[in-house]
């Protein structure tokens, strides 16, 4: 066979190929679906800006006021004790719900079921009305003589009730959130710690926790995020939160829509501060198991920048 009758097929295959018109594909659906959102998206910021009902003049005049301002200090402080003390409470209920005592299983397992079944609303109601149930509060032998007591009201007040009413009810949920962390390790780990002597309490807080953060932290961020916003509730026990005193100004000067675009505007924010310290604490945890994590969006602008000027 000779060498022509070879190669002919192949150069005539290379030339049909190189006839072929390389069509790129087009999706007609997707860049109708993009014009329809950017023109929604454009009508909307229209109308923010010049429907007059928005009334930014009003906005401008109380977003920086000293009574909201005092009203989101009120807000992040409601926040922060809940969320420390819930979750402290919600990692003893998690230890307790995974241990092998069938006592401590059960309690844990019946306040998570009972707390997560009330809505929040009712509860802090419940515990502003705590004085109804229980005149006093002592300390004293159980079923015995009392030592010391206490009228309730004076003892808790207002904003104790409140901040009682969301640690219970946060620490229900994060009980199951650092549940889920704990159980998302691999169990030979705790039995090599077991094997080479480490006591049970070391074991947690060396071993366990640490690892468990990277699947607690995303859920509990989350979780921070909505206790946030919620704290908005406690405006049943006329606490001058956030959302309290906004109801409060604009049922006195009838600008209704402002004074709730000032709530929101606050709102947006502290979320998006809380959003970007979460980033940052999941990328810490996260150092463990990705060395060489990507840059932040802050490092990235930086490199541009430098790039840019040399």
């Known amino acids: 066979m000779s060498s022509d ?30 014009v329809a959102v950017l023109v929604l998206v454009a009508q909307f910021t229209h109308g923010l800006a010049t429907n007059p009902v928005w009334e930014w003049n009003v906005f401008c005049d109380y977003v920086f006021s000293e009574t909201i301002v005092q009203a989101v200090w009120v807000t992040l402080q409601l926040t922060a004790y809940a969320t420390v003390l819930g ?14 005592s069938p006592v401590l299983s059960t309690v844990a397992w019946t306040y998570i079921w009972i707390f997560r079944s009330i809505p929040m609303i009712v509860q802090l109601v419940f515990w502003f009305n ?34 009682i ?55 509990a961020g989350n979780e921070i995020i909505g206790l946030l916003k919620g704290t908005s509730v406690v405006y049943v026990m006329s606490i001058g939160e956030l959302f309290y005193q906004v109801q409060v100004i604009y049922g006195r000067n009838g600008r209704v829509i402002p004074l709730l675009l000032v709530a929101t505007a606050w709102y947006v924010v502290l979320t998006s501060l809380l959003s970007v310290a979460q980033y940052y604490v999941e990328r810490r945890y996260a150092r463990g198991a990705d060395r060489t994590p990507p840059p932040t969006p802050l490092q990235r602008a930086r490199r541009f920048v430098t790039k840019e000027s040399s």
């Open 5 to 34: 009758t070879i190669t002919e097929p192949v150069t005539q295959l290379a030339e049909e190929q190189t006839e072929l018109k390389v069509v790129p594909a087009r999706h007609h659906a997707r860049w109708a679906a993009g």
């Open 87 to 100: 979750f402290l409470l919600g990692t003893v209920l998690a230890f307790m719900r995974l241990s092998s």
């Open 130 to 163: 705590l004085s109804a149930l229980y005149e006093e509060l002592g300390i004293g032998i159980p079923f015995g003589p009392v030592f010391w007591s206490v009228d309730s009201n004076a003892l808790i007040g207002t904003i104790g009730a409140a901040l």
């Open 165 to 219: 009413g969301l640690t219970l009810h946060q620490a229900a949920y994060a009980a199951e959130i650092v549940r889920g962390g704990v159980l998302s390790l691999d169990h030979g780990q705790l039995e090599a710690a077991a094997a080479l002597g480490i006591p049970r309490l070391r074991q947690i807080r060396r071993i366990v926790l640490p690892q468990a953060m990277r699947a607690i932290l995303p859920t």
